[in-house]
Structure formats: C-alpha cells, structure tokens
C-alpha cells in the first residue's frame, strides 16, 4: 500500500524478519507471565463473551490462543503471513486471516469487539487511518482495545542519548515506532470517533526489564522477582513516568 508512504511495505518485511525469528509456543508462555495477566484481567471484563471479537495485528496469536482458551469467539490478522502459518503449525484450527488493519475484509458494523497490542505505533503515517477502520467494523457500542508505547523515562533516556550520539528515532532503515503521551493517545482515539472508558498505565517491570541487569530473567522478555516486585510500587506510586503500555478502552457511540 505505497499510499501510506515508502516505509509501509519495509515494515511490513521487517515484521516477516521478526517472526521468522520467534516462538509460538514462547510467546503463549509469556501471556502467562504476572505483567501480562495484570493487563489481561484489566480488559476481558469488557470484551462480550457470546460476540465475535478481532485481534487486528495477531502476529503469532499468543493472545488468540489465550483468549480462546477463554471461552471468547476471537480471530487475528496481521499483514505478516509467515507469522499466521507459524500459529497454525502450533493449532491448526486457529481462525486467521491475512489482511491489513486499514483495510479489513469485514462488513461496516460486523463485529463485537477490537483488539490491537502494540500495533499501530508501527506506522509511520500514524494511527488515524487504522482507528477510522476499526470504528467502521465495529457494531454501535461495541469495544477497542488498544495498547500502546508510552514515552517514559527509560524511553526518554535512551532517545536523549540516540540524539546526542545524531542516531535517529528510527531503529533502522526499514522499521518505525513511535510512543504516544496518555492526551495524545486518547486525543487520537476521541478523534477518530471513539468514546473513552478507560486509560491505564502498564507493564511497569516490563519498563525496569529495559534497563538490563538485575531486572532481566533468564527466560524469554523474563522479568526478574525484583522488577515485579519492584514494577508493583512504581504502578501505584509513579504510574505514569515508569508506564511501558498504556492501554485504552474505548467505545464505538451508539449513535
């Protein structure tokens, strides 16, 4: 989709690089972990449990899997084909698509509810166009789930030192990311039409695991006893400065 610009197709490639290289079965592990079943309790009580729900941006299914397991009706998509035929080598019976999240091949007004887990900060024409087609799908009332990066204070210390080094805020020549402040996380979802019900701060270890050392398992984006423990009191006492995800809920109006 040259539409979006000459980095939307390497980013695309960079994602087919990414999972070439990844598990399956390590990333359902990792929705196991205490951070990601800290997230995970925050939005299931809003996702219908008899509707049909969409993870936009699967990669290889780990919360399809989970969700599943669940009880929840859910499918994924992503643009990366090589990441759904990973998931199917795992399950088989997995209901995956290979599509695009500013383009979904859903009817206007099909589905109970959207997902998206540090997807859309991956576009470097930002995430307008992709929120717009969620709204589209979405049936009235129906909700998005949303996390995003956070500029927090790790993050902040690290793009301090890319600019004083003259490195730029790309990782490279064909991959971009971008974090967004709560007001303009939230002023970029109220925008595409949304309705906000709630904003949480998250993953702080997950923030802490970034500074390597003492905060860094032996096992796969493991989080150490210290950084749980640790991520715990910084989420009650500094939620926002040491914040790695925030995640949104927020509802298509019913009129």
Request: glycine share 8%.
């Amino acid at each position: 989709m040259t539409f979006f610009g000459p980095r939307y197709e390497s980013t695309r490639q960079a994602w087919e690089s990414i999972w070439d290289s990844a598990s399956v079965e390590r990333e359902v592990r990792l929705m196991d972990s205490r951070r990601a079943q800290q997230v995970l309790r925050l939005y299931t009580p809003y996702l219908p449990q008899d509707g049909l729900i969409l993870e936009a941006g699967s990669g290889l299914s780990a919360a399809v899997i989970t969700l599943r397991r669940m009880g929840y009706t859910i499918f994924g998509l992503d643009y990366a084909a090589n990441a759904l035929r990973a998931s199917h080598q795992v399950d088989p019976t997995l209901p995956l698509l290979v599509g695009d999240v500013h383009t979904l091949p859903h009817a206007t007004s099909s589905l109970d509810g959207y997902l998206s887990f540090g997807v859309l900060e991956h576009f470097e024409h930002g995430m307008g166009p992709a929120l717009n087609e969620a709204l589209r799908v979405l049936k009235p009332g129906a909700v998005m789930v949303l996390t995003i990066p956070y500029p927090n204070i790790v993050h902040r210390l690290v793009e301090w030192r890319r600019q004083r080094m003259g490195v730029s805020r790309l990782n490279d020549d064909t991959f971009y990311e971008s974090t967004y402040t709560r007001e303009a996380l939230v002023g970029q979802v109220r925008q595409a039409g949304f309705e906000i019900v709630r904003v949480e701060p998250t993953s702080h270890a997950y923030t802490l695991w970034g500074l390597g050392g003492p905060f860094r398992g032996t096992g796969y984006y493991e989080t150490t006893p210290l950084a749980d423990g640790l991520g715990e009191v910084l989420r009650w006492l500094l939620p926002w400065p040491f914040n790695f995800n925030t995640l949104v809920i927020a509802r298509k109006p019913t009129s």
